[in-house]
């Protein structure tokens, strides 16, 4: 079953807009949440990251919310630009456990058109 | 310099036949991943090694056996290759193994399985 739920599976906004990317989890011993950002042909790449004693988080454009009662966190990308279309990817991994095994969520491919 | 270097790109091979894909990092990092990506995007982790020793083993069918000969290398070799393994694999590594460790994938490698 799938642990980290993934919405939407694709976006389309206009150029200067901002997609919101949602994730919902259920397993309560996740606490830390990445998002992966991935380009057509390469691998995904870290682009922010965020644990559950924050409510929010922002690096440049990019902001998390987080919600630890709803068990839910999103990606916003503020004043989004064509180089931002992309396939984002939420992800959960647990602190203490062995390894550093990330949970995927399913994608959002994200358009941003000029 | 490619970081996190994996080939070949593109494999296609009958059902039945034997196939290895080699992966290499030029990081120093520790920590090294195989990471199965379905039609439908979805990441899943397969295996991790940390200093050649195999930390994470997920639910995958024994046909996959991991090789880590170094701590810079872990290839990946699939015995009697099925139709479902098609897929794009990727390679990836972290300094350590800790919950927040950035990992750096690879370009993939698109398998095909006719």
């Known amino acids: 079953q799938q642990q980290v739920k993934q919405s939407p599976q694709s976006l389309i906004v206009q150029k200067g807009g901002i997609p919101i990317i949602n994730c919902a989890y259920e397993?309560?011993?996740?606490?830390?949440f990445p998002w992966y950002q991935q380009f057509p042909g390469k691998g995904p790449a870290l682009l922010i990251a965020i644990r559950p004693d924050v409510s929010e988080k922002k690096e440049g454009r990019f902001t998390i919310s987080f919600n630890k009662s709803a068990k839910q966190f999103s990606l916003h990308i503020m004043d989004s630009q064509p180089g931002d279309s992309a396939t984002y990817f939420c992800a959960a991994s647990i602190v203490r456990a062995a390894g550093n095994k990330l949970t995927f969520g399913g994608g959002t491919r994200v358009l941003v058109k000029p | 310099d490619t970081a996190v270097s994996q080939t070949p790109k593109y494999l296609v091979t009958q059902m039945g036949n034997d196939k290895s894909i080699k992966c290499e990092q030029n990081l120093g990092h520790d920590t090294m991943y195989w990471y199965k990506q379905d039609s439908k995007k979805f990441l899943k982790i397969m295996f991790s090694?940390?200093?050649?020793?195999?930390?994470i083993n997920e639910t995958v069918p024994n046909r996959f056996s991991p090789k880590s000969p170094d701590k810079a290398h872990l290839n990946l070799h699939i015995n009697s290759l099925e139709l479902g393994d098609s897929a794009v694999y990727f390679c990836?590594?972290?300094?350590?193994?800790?919950?927040?460790?950035?990992?750096?994938f690879g370009s993939g490698t698109q398998l095909s399985v006719l």
């Open positions: 990836a590594s972290s300094q350590g193994q800790t919950y927040n460790e950035k990992l750096f």
């Open positions: 397993n309560t011993a996740f606490d830390y």
């Open positions: 090694y940390n200093n050649k020793e195999l930390i």
